[in-house]
C-alpha cells in the first residue's frame, strides 16, 4: 500500500532527538539515530538497508547521494 504507515520520534526538540523512523509504501524505511555527536542515516527496503554517517556536510551521505544523483539524473530533484 502506498502511504506513510508510521513516523516515530524518539526525543524532543528542547532536549534533542534520538531517533527518527519513518515506514512508508509497502516496505521501505528511514531510520535517523543521533549517538555520540554522531548522526546515523538508514534507508532500506524489507530487510536490507544501507547506512550512512550524515554527521557533516560533505561527509558519507553527501558522497552516496551524489553517486546516485549522477546513475540517476532524471530524478534529480533542485529545490528552487
Not at 524518539?10 to 524505511?29: A, C, I, M, S, W
Not at 534507508?43 to 546513475?71: P, T
Amino acid at each position: 500500500m502506498a502511504k506513510i504507515r508510521s513516523v516515530v520520534v524518539e526525543g524532543n526538540r528542547e532536549d534533542g532527538y534520538k531517533t527518527v523512523q519513518v515506514l512508508f509504501g509497502t516496505n521501505f524505511f528511514l531510520e535517523i539515530t543521533e549517538s555520540d555527536g554522531r548522526v546515523s542515516f538508514l534507508l532500506g527496503a524489507h530487510h536490507e538497508a544501507f547506512k550512512a554517517d550524515a554527521s557533516e556536510a560533505k561527509g558519507e551521505l553527501e558522497k552516496y547521494i551524489k553517486e546516485i544523483m549522477e546513475k540517476h539524473p532524471e530524478s534529480v530533484f533542485e529545490e528552487e
